[in-house]
């Protein structure tokens, strides 16, 4: 099956700074990539929809300006959290839906395998 | 997309079937039911999925209502590896997929 790489998979940073998490389709192109946070006990929350070449799509109440994504090319969209505080710490989790060709339209979603972010 | 109703939590013994339950009185008729794990501290895992028709493959079958208004996610014989977090959801087409709470399935020896 397709596979969804998402990197690192754990991250300890300091308050004040940014970091960037990868998240790569290895066997497939992926027109749309998914950003989720979750919080412990709690469900994914989906942050944001990017495409691939154009601007992200944010839920309500997630900041655009602190959770920037690119999306550059069709494997590979990234999550930048700027200025990190504690409270950003959490569980990221990518997802990809590969592109038109070759798929059905109700294909499933491939998830990446997290990133544990835990902001000092 | 339609909600989902899940128990909060099951129990199941090791070797039994596990029989996860999902309501969604207002799915939509081309709105598909997928079901998803978690296990802890990992990323979603796809188990199966299906529109009208009962779906069966080598991690589970699901059985959906005639009236679509809720399905059952079957694991024939459950594991104590397959202790987690399973996800009902609604989805239309190529849309996002939301999650709800989902049911924690606890497997014991």
């Known amino acids: 099956g397709a596979v969804v790489s998402q990197h690192p998979s754990w991250v300890i940073c300091k308050s004040g700074t940014s970091v960037k998490i990868e998240c790569r389709s290895l066997d497939f192109q992926a027109t749309t990539m998914f950003w989720y946070r979750q919080f412990p006990k709690q469900s994914l929350m989906l942050m944001a929809t990017?495409?691939?070449?154009?601007?992200?799509?944010?839920e309500q109440g997630v900041e655009k300006d602190k959770f920037l994504i690119n999306h550059a090319s069709l494997t590979l969209s990234t999550l930048t959290v700027t200025s990190a505080h504690p409270e950003d710490s959490s569980f990221y989790i990518c997802?990809?839906?590969?592109?038109?060709?070759?798929?059905?339209?109700?294909?499933?979603?491939?998830f990446g395998s997290g990133t544990q972010l835990s902001v000092l | 997309d339609a909600k989902t109703t899940q128990p909060p939590s099951m129990d199941c013994a090791e070797g039994r079937a596990a029989n996860l339950p999902c309501n969604h009185s207002?799915?939509?008729?081309?709105?598909?039911v997928y079901w998803y794990r978690q296990i802890h501290s990992q990323g979603p895992q796809y188990i199966i999925h299906?529109?009208?028709n009962n779906e069966t493959n080598e991690m589970a079958s699901l059985i959906i209502t005639e009236d679509r208004k809720s399905s059952t996610l079957i694991l024939p014989h459950a594991t104590l590896r397959d202790t987690a977090v399973y996800y009902c959801?609604?989805?239309?087409?190529?849309?996002?997929?939301?999650f709800g709470a989902g049911t924690r399935l606890t497997v014991k020896p």
């Open positions: 207002t799915i939509s008729g081309n709105e598909y």
């Open positions: 997802s990809a839906r590969p592109g038109a060709e070759g798929f059905a339209t109700n294909e499933k979603l491939f």
């Open positions: 959801i609604v989805r239309v087409g190529n849309n996002d997929m939301r």
């Open positions: 990017s495409n691939e070449g154009s601007k992200a799509t944010y």
């Open positions: 299906g529109l009208k």
